[in-house]
């Protein structure tokens, strides 16, 4: 179902692309949006090893398009910089392929929530985000990975 890698020798192994979700912060959800165009909107994100959690509003076009068609991909990068002289860029990339849905298991979504909280806001006491883990209004939005691919050049 999934094209292979045109460039083989870029492919990353998949622990490798893990690892680019793992420590990435932001990348790009895409989704079939209003009128077939494709609609993609960047997001936080944290990735628990198993799936991929955003948190967004209660309404609005991303919520609209997922409840037309759930099928989604996400993609991040790690951009290493230019390669001046060889006119190049050194980056590594990973995107996941699968199907997004609403949150809506008590315990994952409270441990998703309390997830991103930590990866957001890293110097905020667990005093603070005990405080704001009542309220709660964002959605919850999980990603169930169905294939992953990661890209590397210039390492």
Do not use: W
Not at 3 to 24: D, F
Not at 76 to 90: L, M, P, Q, Y
């Amino acid at each position: 179902m999934f094209r292979k890698m045109r460039r083989a020798e870029r492919e990353l192994p998949e622990g490798q692309a893990k690892e680019i979700l793992e420590n990435g912060s932001y990348g790009v959800l895409a989704l079939a949006g209003d009128g077939g165009y494709p609609y993609a909107v960047p997001l936080n994100y944290v990735y628990d090893g198993e799936r991929i959690y955003f948190h967004c509003a209660a309404e609005g076009h991303k919520i609209d398009a997922i409840a037309r068609d759930n099928k989604c991909s996400f993609c991040v990068v790690e951009n290493g910089g230019v390669i001046e002289d060889r006119f190049t860029t050194k980056y590594r990339s990973v995107i996941a392929f699968g199907k997004i849905y609403e949150e809506t298991d008590g315990e994952r979504r409270e441990t998703a929530f309390r997830l991103m909280m930590r990866s957001l806001t890293p110097s905020v006491t667990n005093e603070k985000r005990e405080e704001m883990s009542h309220c709660q209004k964002a959605r919850i939005l999980a990603m169930d990975i169905g294939y992953l691919s990661g890209k590397g050049a210039n390492q």
